[in-house]
């Protein structure tokens, strides 16, 4: 592997400017990463030919004296669910196989306009229906840290990705861990901003209220400089932040009378030893860089998953109803009236799990059932955010895993109910709106375990400063 990237994606982009290497070179190595470990399946298209000639048109610039751009001549991978115009977006779903969007996302455009190479679109679950990256129609990502494991999901490819060093950092969406889940499994660090911090437009949605693109990178200081380049309003959202995240580099120290929440009920939850072993290292390393560290009882917790599951549905019922086989993507062939070209349209294309949950959020949705569980799912969720919100009144950052076990082996689950357990103990972030992140532990076993670090709506520097801490 070439030594360049190895480099961080700041080194690397102070290394371009300067001219102690060009765009296109680093583009080129990896382009060339990408190739030696294509049996990852991290990529669902590689934009090998738009790359290249995007890497020489920066290196133009920067030899006319146009130096400008937070990213200039970075290489960057992107969720195959952000519309790229003129490029393959798909969600990893037959339904748009082949569907090249007119115009890009918010997130797309921030890139671009930061100076950044996009290298490829990354593998996900389908339509972001998963937490292994096994729905997706392109077939599963593999862990780099183990072939035979799965690299977590939705956003597997793009911790993949950044994982295998085929790019310096990587955007992903995070509906309830989809960021968090797949970055632990992969060792890598990845961030949910709080809600509305990044815009959603020209995402593909799978929950609206849910949503939220984040970033993934090696160490804590990119992916927060990579936050600060996509966050901002967007008037195109109209739940975006007026304020976006402004990147201060943490230094790895904690601010006196740091306090950390260490909620009773995650912690009986471990399953795995080595994740217990870690996440008691995590909890002792912020004690001796001075942190005030206070178990707590936060009970709703329990209901989180049920919570979560019964509103996402409901949302990608409405979301994915624009899938019909008229207005765009696939359409399936020689339809007897219009509904049975519905109907035969989203049988074909639509995957098991996307399915499963239509299914489950029509249900819950219809007359009869709509107070039993959609209200009554919405006022839960009132519930666990005003528990969230009362126990940062009196701690900075709550502290947990970010999965019960490390990466599970491909067809390990039973069922989709063990599957959707995986996500326990990060679907409270996206219940409450918060802040969360993993960061990776090295030291308890064969594969990396996460420590996800919580805090409180549009408190991400107290977030970064934590990770940092554990980083050092």
Known sequence: ?????????????????????????????????????????????????????????????????????????????????????????????????????????????????????????????????????????????????????????????????????????AIGSDTGGSIRQPAAFCGVVGVKPTYGKVSRYGGIALASSFDQFGTFARSVDDAAYLL???????????????DGYVYKKPDGRLPEGFRVAVPNEFVERIEDKSVRTAF?????????????????????????????YILICAEATSNLSRYDGIKYGKRAKNPADLLDLYEKTRTEFLGVEVKRRLMLGNYALSSGYFDAYYRKAQKVRTLIRNEIRAVFGRADVILTPTAPT???????????????????????????????????????????????????????????????????
């Not at 780099?144 to 956003?155: L, Q, Y």
């Not at 600060?228 to 007026?242: E, F, L, N, Q, Y």
Request: charged share 20%; glycine share 10%; with cysteine.
């Open 1 to 169: 592997m070439d030594g360049i990237l190895k480099k961080s994606l700041i080194e690397v982009r102070d290394m371009i400017k300067t001219g102690k290497v060009t765009s296109l070179a680093v583009t080129q190595a990896a382009l060339r990463r990408v190739d030696e470990t294509a049996s990852l399946n991290a990529f669902n298209y590689v934009c090998r030919e738009q790359a290249l000639a995007r890497a020489s048109e920066i290196d133009a610039g920067i030899a006319a004296g146009k130096k400008d751009g937070a990213l200039l001549g970075v290489p960057i991978a992107v969720k195959d669910n952000l519309c790229t115009e003129g490029i393959p977006t798909t969600a990893s779903s037959a339904i748009l196989e082949g569907f090249i969007p007119p115009y890009n996302a918010t997130v797309t455009e921030k890139l671009l306009g930061a100076g950044a190479v996009i290298i490829g679109k990354t593998n996900m679950d389908e339509f972001a229906m998963g937490s292994s990256n096994e729905t997706s129609y392109f077939g599963p990502v593999l862990n780099p840290r183990d072939n035979t494991r799965v690299p977590g999901g939705s956003s597997g490819g793009s911790a993949a990705s950044v994982a295998a060093y085929q790019c310096y950092g």
């Open 228 to 242: 600060s380049v996509i966050s901002g309003h967007d008037d195109r959202d109209m739940t975006s932040m007026k």
């Open 280 to 308: 008691s290292a995590a909890v002792g390393r912020l004690t001796a860089a001075g942190a005030e560290v206070e178990y707590v009882s936060m009970p709703i917790l329990d209901y989180s998953i049920p919570t979560y």
């Open 406 to 472: 490390t990466a599970f082996g491909f067809n390990a689950h039973s069922g989709p109910l063990e599957t959707y357990l995986s996500d326990i103990f990060t679907v409270p972030a996206n219940l409450a709106g918060c802040a969360a992140m993993s960061v990776p532990d090295f030291g308890a076993g064969a594969l990396p375990v996460g420590i996800q670090i919580m805090a409180d709506i549009s408190c991400e520097d107290k977030m970064f400063a934590a990770a940092a801490a554990l980083e050092r």
